[in-house]
């Protein structure tokens, strides 16, 4: 069974330019994560979606963030405009509702100089 | 406030010995859960075990078990016969009680695990 797929797994950017990293959940997964990972702050929760709607995005740092889940199979967080302190490494995860763990896809390590 | 402690920044095991990594955790909630999660250098993030706060027996997967004391608020991994690719980073989270569509996870800072051959 293929995993959650995420999409640049690699992202190197000037400042200011427009980033949209792409994920795939696991289907018949209903819930959908956005996670970022930096040493200083360890790993922190952005956004999460149940059925393609946002339940809880208190995560996300600013404006310059947007997550978007069109359909159950696709998602996508966009940093607009990008900055130096948005490199990390950025996760999707995805779980089914009938189970508590989350299955976490390879990641993207976005670097912005 | 909900919060997950693991005081060990790094540890060291002879590879076949056993490892206990230490997780503690913070809540007010009856209803709860515990996990563990394994982070490679490779990067990815790997769910190991759960356990929730009613269930009976500590939780095993393997060669990874749950060693869960509610009274003392501590959900520690046991890893047995510990192999060269155990070496990783390791993670405790906690889930909030549930409630609607709430699934966020508290997570720990993490223990960096060296496994010697």
């Known amino acids: 069974d293929a995993g959650v797929i995420q999409s640049p797994r690699h992202e190197v950017t000037e400042m200011g330019q427009e980033v949209t990293l792409r994920c795939k959940p696991i289907s018949g997964h209903d819930y959908l994560f956005w996670y970022r990972q930096t040493m200083m702050r360890g790993l922190e929760l952005l956004i999460y979606?149940?059925?393609?709607?946002?339940?809880?995005d208190s995560g996300m740092p600013e404006d310059r963030f947007s997550a978007k889940m069109p359909n159950a199979s696709f998602s996508t967080l966009k940093i607009q405009p990008s900055e130096p302190r948005d490199s990390a490494v950025y996760f999707c995860?995805?779980?089914?509702?009938?189970?508590?763990?989350?299955?976490f896809g390879p990641g993207t390590r976005l670097t912005v100089t | 406030a909900q919060k997950i402690t693991q005081t060990q920044p790094g540890m060291f095991v002879q590879e076949k010995e056993a490892v206990t990594l230490d997780c503690t955790y913070d809540t007010s909630d009856q209803s709860y859960g515990l996990f563990w999660y394994k982070q490679p250098s490779s990067g990815e993030m790997i769910f190991l075990i759960y356990q929730g706060s009613y269930d009976e027996q500590n939780a095993t997967e393997g060669r990874y078990s749950l060693n869960f004391q509610k009274a003392r608020k501590s959900a520690n991994l046991v890893i047995s016969a510990s192999q060269l690719g155990d070496s990783a980073m390791y993670f405790c989270?906690?889930?909030?009680?549930?409630?609607?569509?709430?699934?966020?996870?508290?997570w720990g800072l993490g223990t960096s695990l060296a496994v010697n051959p």
């Open positions: 995860a995805s779980s089914f509702k009938g189970l508590w763990e989350q299955y």
């Open positions: 979606f149940n059925n393609n709607v946002p339940i809880d």
């Open positions: 989270a906690m889930r909030e009680a549930y409630a609607g569509n709430n699934r966020k996870l508290i």
